[in-house]
C-alpha cells in the first residue's frame, strides 16, 4: 500500500517519506496520542488547482490515516525526529506527530513542508 492510489491521479508528490503518525485524540477526558501506524507520507500538489495537502496510507491497511489541505499560517516544529503541526480535518484541528527515521529526515520534511505552506501562502495574497 506504498503506491500512490485512488484520489491521487491529478496530483504530483513533492515530497514522500516513509514515516509513523501520530494524532491527538481525546479519550474520556483525557488527551492522549493515538498511534496511526507506518505509511509513507506524501506532500501532494493538485495539477490543475495547485492545491497542497498531506496525505498517509497505512502501509498494512491502505486506510488514509493523515489527509488534510495545507494552508497559511501553519505552525511547523522539530524535535530530533517528530515532526508536529496542527492539521484541520473535518472541520476540528488536530495536533499530528510524524516520528521518521532520523532527525536528517525529520529536518527535510519540515523544509519541504514550509515549502510548500509558503505556496499556499502566496496563492493567498491578493
Excluded at 481525546?26 to 493538485?46: F, I, P, Q, T
Excluded at 497542497?52 to 501553519?74: A, D, Q, W
Excluded at 529536518?107 to 499556499?120: G, N, P, R
Amino acid at each position: 500500500h506504498d503506491q500512490a492510489g485512488e484520489g491521487e491521479e491529478n496530483e504530483e508528490t513533492m515530497h514522500e517519506i516513509r514515516s509513523k503518525a501520530f494524532k491527538m485524540v481525546r479519550n474520556e477526558g483525557k488527551s492522549e496520542w493515538k498511534d496511526l501506524g507506518v505509511g509513507m507520507l506524501r506532500l501532494k500538489k493538485h495539477k490543475e488547482t495547485d492545491s497542497r495537502r498531506m496525505l498517509l496510507r497505512n502501509s498494512s491497511t491502505g486506510k488514509i490515516t493523515v489527509n488534510f489541505l495545507l494552508y497559511h499560517g501553519m505552525n511547523v516544529t522539530v524535535a530530533k525526529n517528530v515532526v508536529s503541526f496542527i492539521g484541520h480535518t473535518e472541520g476540528t484541528s488536530t495536533p499530528y506527530r510524524i516520528k521518521t527515521k532520523t532527525e536528517e529526515q525529520a529536518k527535510d520534511l519540515k523544509s519541504a513542508l514550509d515549502h510548500e505552506i509558503e505556496f499556499v501562502h502566496g496563492k493567498s495574497e491578493p
